[in-house]
C-alpha cells in the first residue's frame, strides 16, 4: 500500500483546509485509514480515523472541527479542517496497517504505511 498525503498549506486562524490521503497498491487490506499529527517536539498524535463499517473518531482536541470522510472505497481520505487555530500546526500523515487492534491505535508504531505528510501551518 502507498499512501500519499497532501492538501497542507498555511492559512490565518479561523480557516479551513482539506487534508487529502491517495491511496495505491492493495487496497483490499486496507480496513481503516488514520490521520496523524506531529507538532515540532512533541510525539506524533492521532486525530482521525474512518472504517470500514462507517465509523469516524476523533480526537477530543479537533471534534466539532474536523471531519473525515473517503470516497467510494479507499482511494482517497479527506480531512476537513475547520476553525482552525495555531495549535493545530503540525505536519499531518495518513496511515494504515494489515491488522491494528482497537486498543493500539494511538500506537504510531503498529502502523505499517505512511504517507509522506504534509505541512499545515496555522498563524495567528
Known amino acids: 500500500v502507498q499512501l500519499q498525503a497532501s492538501g497542507g498549506g498555511l492559512v490565518q486562524a479561523g480557516g479551513s483546509l482539506r487534508l487529502s490521503c491517495a491511496a495505491s497498491?492493495?487496497?483490499?487490506?486496507?480496513?481503516?485509514i488514520y490521520w496523524y499529527r506531529q507538532a515540532p517536539g512533541k510525539q506524533r498524535e492521532l486525530v482521525a480515523s474512518?472504517?470500514?463499517?462507517?465509523?469516524?473518531n476523533y480526537a477530543e482536541s479537533v471534534k466539532g472541527r474536523f471531519a473525515i470522510s473517503r470516497d467510494n472505497g479507499w482511494n482517497t481520505v479527506y480531512l476537513q479542517m475547520s476553525s482552525l487555530n495555531p495549535g493545530d500546526t503540525a505536519v499531518y500523515y495518513c496511515?494504515?496497517?494489515?491488522?491494528?487492534?482497537?486498543?493500539?491505535?494511538?500506537?504510531?508504531?503498529?502502523?505499517?504505511?505512511w504517507g509522506q505528510g504534509t505541512q499545515v501551518t496555522v498563524s495567528s
Open positions: 497498491g492493495r487496497l483490499d487490506i486496507i480496513n481503516a
Open positions: 496511515a494504515t496497517g494489515r491488522s491494528i487492534i482497537l486498543s493500539t491505535i494511538r500506537n504510531p508504531r503498529v502502523y505499517d504505511y
Open positions: 474512518i472504517h470500514s463499517d462507517g465509523n469516524t
